[in-house]
C-alpha cells in the first residue's frame, strides 16, 4: 500500500459549432484588426479545455503585445481529428503569413501541413511534435518523456509503492503516450505493480469509467497516474463513486489546470505537473515573428514544467488567474 502522507515536499521545477473561432486584434484595441500588420492562424487540438485555454490565453496577449492579427480555433474535441484539418484547411486559405499548429494526429495532419509548406505558408507546431517531418520551421512545447520520468520519480519518493494504474490520452497521441511510457521506464522493476494500463481520450468521463472499472477489477488498486488533469479529476470521481476514500489513493495529473489546483487545495488530487500553457501560447506567436522575418529559430523550443502540489498549489494557482482566454 501506498504512503499517504499529503504533506511532502515539492520537487523542483522542471521548469462550438464544431470548430470555435476566436480573434485577438493586433493593436489590442478590438477594432479587428492592422491590415498590414503580421497575420497568425493557430489551430489548437481543442479550444474547450481549460489546458488549452491557457494555450490560447498566452497566445493572445502575445498577439496584442506584439502587434500581431491572429485567429485561433480547434476541435470541439481532441478526437476529432478531422474538423482539426477542416480548420486548417480554411485558414489556409486565407493565405496566412504563418501557421501555428498542435497537431491532434501525426499521420493525419502530416499532408495538409506539407501542403501547407509546399504553397510556401511556414509552420510552427505547438505541443506536440511530428516526429520525423522535417517540414515546420520549430517545435514548441514540453518534453514529454522527461516529464513522465519525472513523475516517476515523483511516485517513487512520494509514493514509494502500490497497485498502479496509468490512464493515457487519445490513442496515438505521442504527447500522453510519452507522459505514461516515462514514468513506467522509471517504476519498471520497483514496488509498483501495473495492474492497468487504459486509454480515456483526455476525456474526464471517459476517465471516470475506465477508472471505474479498473476499481472493481483490482479491489487494491491505490496509485493512479493520468496523462492529463482532465482524466485525473474523472479517475477521483470514480473513486468516491465506488465508496472509497481519497485519502487512500495517491493521485496525479499532468497540465496545471484550474481546476486541477483546486482539487489540490481541497486535498483530493496529490500532485500534477504543470506545463507552461500560457508560456507556450505566447512563444508560439514570438517563434511565429522570427519565422516570417526569416530569422533563424530553434528547431525545438523546451518549455519547463513545475511540479505543482499541497505545498505551492495557492500560488501556482494566483499565477493562472491572468493568463487564461475570456
Not at 464544431?18 to 489590442?28: F, I, P, Q, R
Not at 479587428?32 to 489551430?43: E, F, H, K, P, T
Not at 494500463?197 to 479491489?219: E, K, W
Not at 511565429?288 to 514544467?305: C, L, M, P
Request: one cysteine or more; hydrophobic letters at 45%; aromatic letters at 4%.
Amino acid at each position: 500500500m501506498a504512503s499517504r502522507n499529503k504533506k511532502w515536499r515539492v520537487g523542483a521545477a522542471f521548469t462550438a459549432a464544431a470548430v470555435l473561432t476566436l480573434s485577438a486584434c493586433g493593436n489590442g484595441n478590438g477594432d479587428g484588426g492592422d491590415d498590414d500588420a503580421l497575420n497568425v492562424a493557430v489551430v489548437l487540438k481543442t479550444t474547450t479545455s481549460p489546458y488549452w485555454l491557457q494555450v490560447m490565453g498566452g497566445v493572445e496577449d502575445a498577439a496584442a503585445e506584439h502587434g500581431v492579427n491572429v485567429t485561433v480555433g480547434g476541435a470541439t474535441q481532441e478526437t476529432e481529428v478531422q474538423e482539426q484539418i477542416d480548420r486548417i484547411q480554411a485558414d489556409l486559405t486565407n493565405q496566412p503569413d504563418v501557421l501555428v499548429v498542435s497537431p491532434t494526429q501525426a499521420e493525419q495532419l502530416q499532408p495538409i501541413l506539407q501542403s501547407a509548406v509546399d504553397e510556401g505558408t511556414p509552420v510552427v507546431l505547438l505541443d506536440t511534435n511530428i516526429e520525423g517531418w522535417d517540414g515546420a520551421e520549430t517545435f514548441i512545447g514540453t518534453d514529454n518523456w522527461d516529464l513522465g520520468q519525472a513523475v516517476g520519480e515523483f511516485l517513487l519518493d512520494e509514493a514509494g509503492s502500490g497497485e498502479l494504474l496509468t490512464i493515457r490520452g487519445v490513442a496515438g497521441n505521442p504527447s500522453t503516450d510519452n507522459r505514461i511510457d516515462g514514468a513506467l521506464e522509471v517504476l519498471q522493476g520497483t514496488d509498483f505493480n501495473l495492474v492497468a494500463d487504459l486509454g480515456a481520450d483526455s476525456d474526464r468521463a471517459q476517465a471516470r469509467a475506465v477508472t471505474a472499472d479498473a476499481l472493481q477489477a483490482n479491489p487494491e488498486l491505490d496509485v493512479i497516474f493520468a496523462a492529463n488533469d482532465d482524466m485525473a479529476l474523472g479517475a477521483i470521481e470514480a473513486v468516491r463513486g465506488a465508496g472509497l476514500d481519497l485519502d487512500d489513493f495517491f493521485i496525479v495529473g499532468v497540465d496545471g489546470t484550474g481546476d486541477a489546483i483546486d482539487s489540490i487545495i481541497a486535498g483530493e488530487l496529490d500532485a500534477t505537473m504543470a506545463q507552461g500553457a500560457y508560456e507556450m501560447g505566447a512563444r508560439s506567436i514570438e517563434e511565429a515573428i522570427r519565422v516570417a522575418a526569416g530569422e533563424d529559430v530553434e528547431a525545438e523550443i523546451a518549455i519547463d514544467t513545475t511540479l505543482v502540489t499541497a505545498e505551492n498549489a495557492e500560488e501556482f494557482a494566483a499565477a493562472l488567474e491572468e493568463q487564461a482566454a475570456e
